[in-house]
């Protein structure tokens, strides 16, 4: 059901509610892809922004932003990827993996519990309610609690600290859509493994674990967008050693607010893992979010 | 399913949910006591031996002006934004939902704002609002405009219409999703009637849409209420405290004055506000999983 409602959305307009394109409607159309197009580009006018700065001399920035003198360059990229000074590649590598980190835990916490739950009847309810129940919380309900708990734990400024921050962020959503996915296998075909002898596992991670795979597809790649961009838990839990993109590019921004080429540099190389996937996985994306799992 | 299979099946929901169980006790359990202990404790980041201060942080929270503030700037923000962006977003949807060209193309744009992370969208911002080298401050000045963007009476218009730009693409992408579902032979009917196109929307896309849009409207606010990235590295919460949201203050309360009590104390005062949603928030989850995603 998820992934066929996903499927139309990303291919387009099936039952639509105009009908079929007629010829004396042409001319409206082109007007639809006008307007929609105009729309479309201005949302994203920050960030076609920051990609034309990022392409130009320290010099012709200087020159304001109407400035029509052009000389491309890709020095801000070098300089972000490698320059002396600046921990981008640290940043970068810490985001990854946090996000894959965050990513494995959700499923392999998420993927059993939540077919026990669903299946197996452990924890009723609960379990379900419980998770839109902490998908409603606000993230900084949990910042005080978090700072002392990882204090105590010595994983402040640590990557596995934040792994497990955003998997707590995280499993809810995770558990949301799983569930959901349990739930669009039919269950004759586990019945069919249990008539055959299979235990409870093997049923789960040979049979049922597989037909799962475009839930899991969507929990992974959400999972892995969400933690990404996550900012208030790294301005949190990290100082240096564990910083993320976010926050080292935000902090970049505050303690300089110079050099506005390398940082636009740094910007746009970290909006590509999410923007990629919002292109090359988006009917998981589309699912996903509109099963009211979207995260702020 | 033989009785030795259920057997089997009865230990294995404990094997299999071990893992969580574990997870949610020492990582949700846990946080959440720790969190409301801490708003009885005159918990600091300088003085962690935290004597008992029973409801004192919740006296000194309501006399706060800082928090009363926040408050009201946070609601105030969360119904505007909302309001706006989910007409917006509704009006979006209609006009996208129907074939034209380059629709794939609009459409996967349209996403974007939703995946870039709100914190470098902030960083962003602050690029295309500088007053030097900033394309909307140089676009403004060109048309004989001179405004402060960051001034006490433009920033919050300000800070709305960036939210706008940012989340009306959520709202639409929730609406629109709805819009598939919808039962195109009702619609086909109204036509047939005769119905006039903005009849159509009001007396039948209205009506059918109400649980969708209700659901675009409830994740937006409650989004909105807790917003703290954009905000944070545009603003810091100023000038002064005129932008500080709820979550800007917990956290300055917390990590900036070191009173972790009292931020404690506020969080808890809008767990227990918000915990009443979470039946409706629930129920929804519950009916979607049966119709729309």
């Known amino acids: ?296 | 399913m033989s009785v030795q299979n259920k057997a089997g099946a009865n230990r294995a929901k404990w094997v299999l949910g071990a893992p969580l169980i574990l997870f949610t006790v020492v990582f949700v359990a846990v946080p959440v006591f720790q969190g409301v202990q801490t708003s009885f404790y005159a918990l600091t980041l300088q003085d962690p031996s935290a004597p008992f201060a029973g409801l004192q942080n919740y006296r000194d929270l309501f006399s706060s002006p800082g928090f009363l503030n926040a408050a009201r700037f946070t609601v105030g923000f969360a119904l505007a934004v909302t309001t706006i962006e989910t007409i917006l977003g509704f009006g979006l949807a209609m006009v996208v939902n129907r074939t034209f060209p380059g629709k794939k193309i609009f459409f996967t744009l349209l996403l974007m704002p939703i995946m870039v992370a709100p914190a470098l969208l902030g960083v962003m911002f602050r690029l295309l609002l500088n007053g030097d080298i900033g394309l909307v401050p140089a676009l403004l000045d060109k048309i004989g405009l001179q405004i402060s963007l960051f001034a006490p009476d433009s920033v919050v218009p300000l800070l709305v219409v960036l939210d706008i730009m940012q989340w009306t693409p959520f709202t639409f992408l929730i609406i629109y999703a709805g819009l598939q579902s919808f039962p195109t032979d009702v619609l086909e009917a109204a036509q047939i009637d005769g119905a006039g196109r903005l009849r159509t929307v009001a007396s039948v896309i209205l009506p059918i849409m109400k649980p969708i849009i209700f659901a675009a409207v409830f994740l937006r606010l409650i989004d909105a209420i807790r917003t703290f990235d954009v905000i944070y590295v545009l603003t810091a919460g100023g000038p002064g405290t005129k932008t500080t949201t709820l979550s800007i203050f917990i956290y300055k309360t917390a990590f900036e004055s070191g009173g972790f009590g009292l931020a404690a104390a506020a969080s808890t005062v809008i767990m227990l506000l918000l915990l009443p949603l979470v039946p409706f928030l629930v129920k929804r989850i519950a009916r979607q999983e049966g119709d729309l995603a």
């Open chain 1, 1 to 296: 059901m998820t992934t066929d409602a996903a499927t139309s959305l990303a291919t387009g307009s099936r039952g639509s509610l105009a009908t079929r394109p007629r010829s004396p409607r042409r001319r409206r159309l082109w007007g639809t892809s006008l307007v929609v197009g105009i729309i479309a580009i201005s949302v994203n006018v920050p960030w076609l922004n920051a990609v034309l700065v990022s392409f130009k001399t320290e010099g012709d920035i200087g020159r304001g932003a109407l400035s029509t003198h052009l000389a491309p360059t890709v020095d801000h990229y070098m300089n972000a990827l490698g320059a002396s000074g600046y921990d981008f590649p640290r940043f970068f590598l810490n985001s990854t993996l946090i996000a894959l980190g965050a990513v494995v835990l959700v499923l392999v916490i998420g993927v059993p519990g939540t077919y026990a739950a669903v299946r197996l009847g452990f924890g009723g309810r609960l379990i379900m309610n419980a998770s839109s129940g902490l998908r409603l919380l606000p993230a900084i309900f949990f910042a005080v609690p978090y700072f002392l708990l990882m204090s105590n734990m010595h994983l402040i400024d640590t990557v596995p600290g934040l792994i497990i921050a955003n998997t707590f962020l995280n499993l809810p959503l995770g558990i949301i859509l799983l569930s959901a996915g349990f739930r669009d296998i039919p269950i004759e075909v586990e019945e069919a493994a249990w008539v055959d002898g299979a235990s409870t596992y093997r049923t789960l991670f040979s049979v049922v674990v597989p037909m799962l795979a475009p839930s899991l597809v969507a929990v992974a790649v959400l999972v892995f967008i969400f933690t990404w961009n996550d900012y208030l838990f790294a301005l949190i839990l990290s100082s240096s050693n564990a910083t993320p993109i976010t926050l080292g590019a935000a902090n970049f921004v505050t303690s300089t607010g110079i050099r506005w080429g390398d940082i636009s540099a740094a910007t746009v190389l970290s909006t590509f893992p999410p923007v990629l996937f919002a292109i090359f996985a988006q009917r998981f994306l589309v699912s996903g979010l509109s099963s009211g799992a979207v995260k702020g």
